[in-house]
């Protein structure tokens, strides 16, 4: 089937805007992460959702960063008032799994290809 | 704190040859899964190969295996007859199975690995 989509993929803003970042996840995928990378780093976590529940949201920077998954599909990524500090691809991942503390093959999580945002 | 460190920023490797790269991690957890992701300039962040930690024996995924010591917290990652298309950063990575329902991918910084002809 398909795999993780992400729109846009190049995203350029002036610094003070509003962007949304999406998501789609694998169909019928439970978990659903976000990312943010920064040029020449590893991943670092912003947000966890499990169904359209948000159970971690312990890595968004700042309140100007939201995120939602209203209807435990598709996910919406939102920096407020953006700033150079921003720029980064941001990457969506999900993966089946469940909240149980089970083993298996499961907790993969698999990526899409990110979006990279440009605060000018 | 849970940590993965990737000691070698860069490494080259020629084309048919094998390479292997190092990882180790910091966890006081028991039951974990580690990974290997490869991240090639398109960006696209592809699984290679995953490790669960209650399992002994080292995992295998074709040119791919690994070297899990898991008392010495060490995932290391061997490519056999390297390609030009392993070339690529590859990443580190694990995930702790505790009782909270996080279940966030823990990253190293990453080994930018080049494949020469």
């Known amino acids: 089937g398909a795999g993780v989509s992400q729109s846009p993929r190049y995203k350029v803003a002036k610094r003070g805007q509003d962007v949304a970042l999406r998501c789609d996840p694998i169909?019928?995928?439970?978990?659903l992460f976000w990312y943010q990378q920064a040029l020449g780093q590893g991943p670092e976590f912003l947000t966890y959702f499990q169904n359209e529940a948000q159970l971690d949201k312990s890595g968004l920077p700042s309140d100007r960063f939201f995120a939602e998954r209203p209807e435990g599909s598709v996910s919406t990524l939102k920096i407020q008032r953006t700033q150079q500090e921003d720029s980064a691809v941001y990457l969506c991942?999900?993966?089946?799994?469940?909240?149980?503390?089970?083993?298996?093959?499961?907790?993969?999580?698999?990526f899409g290809p990110g979006t990279r945002l440009t605060v000018l | 704190a849970q940590t993965v460190t990737q000691s070698q920023p860069e490494m080259s490797v020629q084309e048919a040859e094998t390479v292997t790269l190092s990882c180790t991690y910091d966890t006081s957890e028991n039951n974990y899964y580690l990974f290997w992701y490869k991240q090639p300039p398109s960006r696209q962040m592809i699984l290679v190969i995953r490790q669960e930690a209650y399992k002994q024996q080292n995992a295998t995924e074709n040119r791919f295996s690994v070297n899990f010591q898991k008392a010495a917290k060490s995932f290391s990652l061997k490519i056999s007859d390297s390609q030009l298309g392993d070339t690529a950063m590859y990443f580190c990575a694990f995930i702790h199975l505790g009782a909270g329902n996080n279940r966030k991918l823990i990253w190293g910084l990453g080994t930018s690995l080049a494949v020469n002809p």
């Open positions: 991942a999900s993966s089946y799994l469940t909240s149980l503390n089970r083993q298996g093959r499961t907790d993969t999580q698999y």
């Open positions: 169909s019928g995928h439970v978990s």
